[in-house]
Structures are given as structure tokens and as C-alpha cells.
Nanobody
Framework: QVHLVESGGGLVQAGGSLRLSCAASGSIGSIEDMGWYRQAPGKQRELVATITRIGTTNYADSVKARFTISRDKTKNTVYLQMNSLKPEDTAVYYC????????????WGQGTQVTVSS
């Protein structure tokens, strides 16, 4: 069972920056994809960014050129650097990890609130 601990959320003014972190522990397989998703009030959870084991990244169009995802494989940690934040980025951000151990298993963090004031 993979355990995820997220940190770094908070309140920031528009145009500001935040950095989210998510540390994974307890994996007995291979951590493959890591990523961030978000869910705003009244909306469905959506992809923000993902990064594969070999470093290939994918971003939602709405965050391209503003957000950067990275990972430290030695620490099983994924980061999301968020710059030029906008009020519409306000949401609960969830870390996702896909582990391979005789099949793929997805794990989710507890979520961290990001609030961007105008």
C-alpha cells in the first residue's frame, strides 16, 4: 500500500507562486507515473500535469507555461511549481501515483487546498 503525503498548498494572491510536494512511501513495486489533479467546487476532477518514470511530462492546456512538474526518483517525490497563479487555479490539488506490481495500482493523496485571491 503506497502512502502519499502532500504539502505546499495555501493562500496566494493572483500572480504569485506556490510549490506543491508529494512524497510516496511504502511501495513494493515500481513507481511509474506521478501526477497532479485538481478539483474546484462544483466541478469534476481534472488533470493538471503528469510525469512518467523516464521524465516525459504532460500538462493541461490551462497551465502550460505556468506550471512545471518534476520528480525526484531517489525520494519518490513529485513536485508542482505553480507560477503566475490565477483565481481560476483555486481548487483542491490531489497527488496521484501509479505503481506497477504484477499490475498497475493507482493511489491518491488526501488533497491540498490552493486558493488564489484576485
Amino acid at each position: 500500500q503506497v502512502h502519499l503525503v502532500e504539502s505546499g498548498g495555501g493562500l496566494v494572491q493572483a500572480g504569485g507562486s506556490l510549490r506543491l510536494s508529494c512524497a510516496a512511501s511504502g511501495s513494493i513495486g515500481s513507481i511509474e507515473d506521478m501526477g497532479w489533479y485538481r478539483q474546484a467546487p462544483g466541478k469534476q476532477r481534472e488533470l493538471v500535469a503528469t510525469i512518467t518514470r523516464i521524465g516525459t511530462t504532460n500538462y493541461a492546456d490551462s497551465v502550460k507555461a505556468r506550471f512545471t512538474i518534476s520528480r525526484d526518483k531517489t525520494k519518490n517525490t513529485v513536485y508542482l511549481q505553480m507560477n503566475s497563479l490565477k483565481p481560476e487555479d483555486t481548487a483542491v490539488y490531489y497527488c496521484n501515483v501509479r505503481e506497477y506490481y504484477f499490475g498497475y495500482n493507482d493511489y491518491w493523496g488526501q488533497g491540498t487546498q490552493v486558493t488564489v485571491s484576485s
